[in-house]
């Protein structure tokens, strides 16, 4: 069952299931693990890296009780498979670094029972001990007014961690299930509602995690509402800007032709501007097939531009938020479509030309609904939802020929901030730069070491100065007043 199934299973969720695509040469997939159940089974959010340099991620199902397993890889090992005692049912939602050292993740359900038997969902806490805890379980009843099934993950704030519940709050809206909140919530539990959807004009069930714009405003895509003449009465979805105190504008309101059913999130490029995918429409519209979606950019102003439709030869229905790597491209992966019709990892340039990297033929995965990781060694790694030995999901990685960098736990910052720096090989560094100013610094480790904003810093790219040599940030570090 994918996110989407488990979505359909609470609200009618609509499945848009869908040419010649451009194949890249010299391009190296190789799959590293199967999941078989005990192990997990059915991972749905990219992986994320950890300061000691492993990567870690969690599968929605799998392990004693079939609640989901929390896993870790080790660059050039095997999966080894760690407790998740305590945590609820299905974390759909993916792990999220968070720069008080402990990752912190969503469950769809478990939790207090008072909208399901399952549970509404919770926020939980892992520790670098693997320690979990709850932090929140949604719904007290009556109303559910802090949302039911927060399905996507977490993005870190200067203030919390935001997030989105795809449906309860205001249950007028689609009633009786409400149409989805954002909340903010702290490292010690305490959770605001900074947005109820109040009716399919705003959007209903928000889906994917949020993303923290430059300017300090949360952007984020609904899955339906907005144009109501587009699948009657519900809507092919939106694009919402929602400032921190809570006041919402609809950037972008899907027609059919330019896509519908945004359901992985946006993420912000080099450029400004934010990317996307939706998992129906194009050309042909959203009535009846459906469409196999769309790739679009769009302004923080709203203007949307459609970069590519897929036609089933060069994937179909992306449901993955986008990643832009060190060579300045997009990658994502597609549902289906591709050689084989078992979905795609592909690349696409800014200005829209797109080519597939890698089909999928269900022995090496298939239905890869969670987007890429690029770990600062320059490689890509991902997994898929099914396929592999026992059709549970697989976990892959793909070296494209990209070289190492270094990674932000938090991309932004005031002067006199200490933040978090991710990589390899800080044994013996020498200097850290801010956009070319230079900053204190403390190695904690060959895999993580902190430095300060430094007085008169703007924001720009930093460098970390090791014996192997010079290691550059993937994105800028933004100064904030």
Not at 1 to 30: D, G, H
Not at 139 to 156: K, M, R, S
Not at 219 to 231: D, Q, S
Not at 343 to 356: N, Q
Request: net charge negative; aromatic share 10%; with cysteine.
């Amino acid at each position: 069952m994918t996110k989407l199934a488990a979505c359909n299973r609470a609200c009618a969720v609509f499945l848009f299931c869908s040419a010649t695509a451009i194949v890249l040469p010299a391009q190296t997939f190789t799959k590293l693990a199967d999941f078989n159940g005990n192990n997990g089974n059915a991972p749905s959010a990219p992986l994320i890296q950890g300061t000691d340099g492993n990567l870690y991620g969690v599968t929605a199902f799998g392990g004693t009780e079939s609640q989901g397993v929390l896993f870790r890889l080790t660059p050039g090992t095997s999966l080894k498979s760690l407790s998740l005692t305590g945590v609820e049912d299905n974390p759909f939602g993916g792990l999220l670094q968070a720069t008080d050292g402990n990752a912190y993740g969503t469950t769809l359900s478990g939790g207090n029972p008072d909208c399901d038997p399952a549970g509404c969902g919770t926020v939980f806490r892992v520790t670098p001990q693997h320690a979990v805890t709850t932090l929140h379980s949604f719904c007290e009843a009556p109303g559910c007014t802090d949302g039911v099934g927060p399905i996507g993950g977490l993005v870190q704030g200067p203030d919390g961690l935001y997030g989105l519940a795809f449906r309860g709050g205001n249950l007028n809206c689609f009633a009786p299930l409400g149409c989805g909140t954002v909340f903010k919530i702290g490292f010690d539990g305490m959770l605001t509602t900074l947005y109820t959807f109040l009716d399919q004009n705003d959007g209903w069930s928000p889906q994917g995690p949020l993303v923290l714009g430059t300017d300090r405003n949360l952007y984020g895509i609904t899955e339906f509402g907005g144009n109501h003449a587009c699948i009657p009465p519900n809507g092919c979805g939106t694009v919402f800007k929602l400032t921190p105190r809570g006041t919402l504008t609809t950037l972008h309101a899907f027609s059919g032709t330019d896509g519908c059913a945004p359901t992985a999130g946006l993420m912000q490029g080099a450029d400004g501007n934010f990317y996307g995918t939706t998992q129906g429409g194009g050309p042909g519209g959203c009535q009846f097939g459906g469409g196999p979606g769309t790739i679009f950019r769009i302004t923080p102003g709203g203007a949307l531009t459609t970069l590519h439709a897929f036609q089933y030869a060069d994937g179909a229905n992306p449901s993955s938020v986008l990643l832009q790597a060190t060579d300045g491209n997009f990658y994502g992966t597609s549902e289906a479509g591709g050689a084989n019709d078992r979905g795609t990892i592909f690349k696409i340039t800014p200005d829209g030309v797109l080519a597939t990297v890698h089909s999928f033929d269900g022995v090496d995965g298939r239905l890869p609904v969670a987007g890429l990781l690029q770990s600062t060694q320059g490689t890509f790694y991902g997994s898929t939802y099914e396929g592999g030995t026992d059709d549970m999901g697989t976990l892959f990685n793909l070296d494209v020929g990209l070289g190492p960098f270094v990674a932000f736990v938090r991309s932004y910052g005031k002067v006199g901030q200490t933040g978090g720096i991710l990589g390899q090989g800080f044994a013996g560094t020498t200097a850290v730069t801010l956009n070319g100013t230079p900053a204190s610094f403390t190695v904690v480790s060959d895999t993580y070491l902190k430095a300060t904003v430094p007085p008169g810093a703007t924001t720009g790219y930093v460098t970390v100065s090791t014996p192997s040599g010079t290691l550059t940030s993937n994105v800028a570090f933004h100064v904030i007043p």
